[in-house]
C-alpha cells in the first residue's frame, strides 16, 4: 500500500533529487512499515514489518544504511525492540538491540561520528518518590541511553536521568496509572526522547517531561548545562523565544555544537492549550551562557502536534520539519518560507492517531535490491514495478517465440530467439507498458535499463495469451540479475539496437498513453479527493492537472536520447489528499 499525498503547497526548489523517508503507522494503516518516497511523491520502496519508527540514512564505514527500530510500542508511550540497519539492497546488514538486556527503546536510533550507537533506554526500577509526594519505596520509569558497538553490542557508556535529576524538576506530576506507588505503576518523571553526541565525547539529551535540554559529561554522567526548564542556565536573548519551548522532540548539535535544533510541540494531552508548534534553529554560545533564536519555523496552516515530530537540516540548505502525530511534513527555506508543505493524511484527523509517522527525513539513497523485477501480463498490457530500485530509467519488453526457444523459469539470452518489442519510461512505482498489437511472440518479459542503457535487471519469462480472462503474474523471487552484465550483456546490446530504431514507436506511445490517463485522472481527481485514505500501489501514480507539463526535448536531448531521455522525461504529479498519538 502506498500512501495518498496532498501536496498542499509545491515549489521547485524542494525537487532536489532526494527521497523522503517516512513510517506511517496508526488505525487506518494496515500494513505498517518504513517507506521511500521519491521527490514526485511516488513510492519507491516498502516493507511490512510492524509498527515502525524513525525511519533515516546514516553512513556506517563508508556505506548507507537505512535505519529503523520495529517492536512493541504499546508500552505506555515507549517501547521494547530491534533497530534495524539495511543495506542498499534491503537486506539486514545490523541489527541492534539494548546491551545488559535492557529493553531498546522506540524514541531514538542515532549513529554518532564515532560510528558507534546511541539509543534510549526505558527500564522500571525503584526510587523514594517522598519528594514529590509519593512513598518511599515507588517505581519510575528510568529515562536512560546507551552508546554501544554496533558490531558486537558492547556497552560503551550509559546513563540514568534517575541519578542526575530531582523528580520535583519534572512539569508532570504522578497521575492515573503512572502514579509510582508500585512496580505496575511506574511513574515516567523525565521521558527522554533524543540524544546527541558532540566533537567533544560529551551528549545533548532531551526530556519531554521537564521541557528541557541537558548538556552531559561523556566521561562522568554530570549535567554541564541545561536549557530551558526550572532550572534554564542560559540568558534568552530573544526575549524568551529560544527557551520556551516545552514537550519538544529530536534536539540536535549544529554549526560545530555552537547551536541546536529541535521540534518544539509546544502542547500536550487533551485539554492543555493547543499552541501551536514549531521548529527551531537556536545559536548557543556556551562560553557567554546566550542563546537566541537563529530561525524559527511557523506553518502558515497552524499545526499544533502533541506529541513527536522533527527538524532536519538538508545540504540545500532547506528544513524538512516533521509534525510527528499529525500526517504533515514542510520544507521550508533557511529563513522560514514555507516551500512545500505535504499531508499524507487528512487534516480532519490529525492528532487522532488514524496515520502518523514519528519522524520524517530526507536523504539521498541508491536502492538495488537482489530480487528479480515483478511482472504481470493482461490483455495488451504490462505491468511492472521493482521495489526499492532507485536506478531504473526505463523499462524494455523482450518477446521470444515458442517453448522451443525459451528455458522457462530461467534467463534466456540467446540473440537468435530474443525480439525487442517495446520501451516506456519508467513511471511511478508500477509502469503500465503497452504490448504492440503486432506482437507475435508467445513469451515476453521486461528489463529494466539505468540512465545510461545498462541493464539492470530482467523479469522472469511469461507464457503470454492475449485472448485469457486471467492476469498472469511473475513474481521477482529468487536472485535477480542486479549488475550481471554476464548475464544480460547479449540481451542488452540486443535491446540497444533495437532501441534506436524504436524510440519514435515508444514516444507516441508513451504520449498516447498519458494522454488517455490524462483525462481519466481529471474525472477520478474530484472522487479521489472525498475519498481519501490509502490505496493499493498500482493506482497510487495518478497524473494530470491543471499544474502539470511535459517534460520539452530540446533538439540536444533529442539527440541522446537513445537510453537515458525516456526515464528523464516522466511528468510531475501531485496525488489527491487522502485522509496513535505517540510522546
Known amino acids: 500500500m502506498g500512501p495518498m499525498l496532498n501536496y498542499v503547497e509545491v515549489n521547485p ?3 532536489d533529487g532526494q527521497y523522503t523517508l517516512i513510517a506511517p503507522r496508526g488505525a487506518a494503516v494496515p500494513d505498517p512499515g518504513p517507506m521511500i518516497i521519491d521527490q514526485d511523491g511516488h513510492l519507491v520502496w516498502t516493507k511490512h514489518y510492524g509498527q515502525t519508527y524513525n525511519v533515516n540514512v546514516y553512513s556506517y564505514k563508508g556505506h548507507d544504511y537505512l535505519t529503523f527500530w520495529v517492536g512493541n510500542d504499546g508500552i505506555v508511550g515507549h517501547g521494547d525492540g530491534t533497530y534495524y540497519m539495511l543495506d542498499s539492497a534491503y537486506e539486514e546488514a545490523y541489527t541492534v538491540r539494548g546491551a545488559n538486556g535492557l529493553p531498546a527503546d522506540l524514541h531514538e536510533f542515532h549513529i554518532t561520528g564515532d560510528e558507534t550507537a546511541l ?14 509526594g509519593g512513598p518511599e519505596k ?7 541511553f546507551q552508546e554501544v558497538d554496533i558490531e558486537t553490542g558492547q556497552l560503551l557508556f550509559q546513563w540514568r536521568a534517575s541519578e542526575h535529576f530531582n ?4 512539569y508532570r506530576g504522578r497521575e492515573g496509572d503512572g502514579d509510582g506507588d508500585a512496580e505496575d505503576r511506574p511513574w515516567d518523571f523525565f521521558h527522554i526522547n533524543s540524544v546527541d553526541k558532540d566533537a567533544k565525547g560529551n551528549f545533548l539529551v532531551s526530556s519531554r517531561y521537564m521541557s528541557c535540554l541537558a548538556y552531559i559529561d561523556g566521561r562522568t554522567g554530570d549535567i554541564i548545562w541545561r536549557l530551558g526548564g526550572k532550572h534554564n542556565d542560559f540568558q534568552d536573548l530573544s526575549a524568551g523565544g529560544a527557551t520556551n519551548f516545552t514537550w519538544q522532540h529530536h534536539a540536535r548539535f549544529r554549526d560545530n555544537s555552537t547551536a541546536i535544533t529541535l521540534f518544539d510541540n509546544a502542547s500536550r494531552g487533551e485539554g492543555a492549550p493547543r499552541l501551536t508548534s514549531r521548529g527551531l534553529y537556536l545559536d548557543i554560545d556556551a562560553q557567554q551562557m546566550t542563546a537566541k533564536v537563529r530561525h524559527e519555523y511557523w506553518n502558515p496552516h497552524p499545526i499544533s502536534s502533541q506529541s513527536q515530530g522533527s527538524v532536519q537540516l538538508l545540504d540545500s540548505g532547506n528544513v524538512v520539519v516533521g509534525y510527528g502525530s499529525n500526517a504533515a511534513w514542510t520544507e521550508y527555506s533557511i529563513a522560514g518560507d514555507v516551500l512545500c508543505h505535504v499531508h499524507f493524511g487528512p487534516e480532519s484527523a490529525f492528532g487522532a492517531g488514524n496515520i502518523l509517522s514519528y519522524r520524517v527525513f530526507k536523504h539521498a539513497w541508491t536502492g538495488l535490491p537482489r530480487r528479480n523485477p515483478d ?5 495488451y498490457e504490462a505491468a511492472v514495478s521493482w521495489n526499492g530500485a532507485t536506478e531504473v530509467a526505463t523499462w524494455v519488453l523482450q518477446g521470444s517465440g515458442s517453448d522451443t526457444d525459451i528455458q522457462l523459469d530461467h534467463d534466456h539470452d540467446d540473440d537468435e530467439s530474443t525480439t525487442f518489442l517495446t520501451a ?25 535499463l539505468n540512465a545510461t542503457g545498462h541493464v539492470l535487471g530482467a523479469t522472469v519469462w511469461l507464457h503470454w495469451d492475449p485472448a485469457s480472462e486471467e492476469v498472469l503474474l511473475g513474481p521477482g523471487d529468487g536472485d535477480g540479475d542486479r549488475n550481471s552484465d554476464d548475464a544480460t550483456s547479449s540481451a542488452g546490446v540486443r535491446a540497444f539496437l533495437f532501441f534506436a530504431a524504436g524510440f519514435l514507436v515508444a514516444l507516441v506511445l508513451a504520449v498516447c498513453a498519458w494522454s488517455v490517463r490524462r483525462r481519466f485522472a481529471f474525472a477520478a481527481r474530484a472522487a479521489d479527493r472525498e475519498r481519501g485514505g490509502w490505496k493499493p500501489v498500482d493506482d497510487f501514480d495518478s497524473t494530470g492537472d491543471e499544474h502539470e507539463h511535459e517534460h520539452d526535448l530540446s533538439d540536444a536531448e533529442l539527440g541522446g536520447v537513445e537510453f537515458s531521455l525516456l526515464g528523464a522525461g516522466r511528468l510531475f504529479s501531485h496525488s489527491a489528499s487522502g485522509q496513535v498519538p505517540h510522546d
Not at 534510549?120 to 526510587?127: C, K
Not at 515507588?138 to 536512560?144: L, P, R, Y
Not at 504490448?435 to 529494466?448: D, E, N
Open 119 to 132: 539509543f534510549t533506554v526505558y527500564d522500571v526500577v525503584p526510587a523514594n518518590l517522598r519528594s514529590a
Open 424 to 448: 516506456v519510461p519508467k513511471s511511478g512505482f508500477e509502469t503500465i507498458i503497452p504490448i504492440p498489437a503486432q506482437t507475435t511472440q508467445r513469451y515476453l518479459r521486461v528489463l529494466s
Open 13 to 15: 526548489q524542494c525537487k
Open 138 to 144: 515507588g517505581w519510575i520509569w528510568d529515562g536512560t
Open 375 to 379: 511482472i504481470a501480463l493482461y490483455r
Open 167 to 170: 523528580f520535583t524538576d519534572s
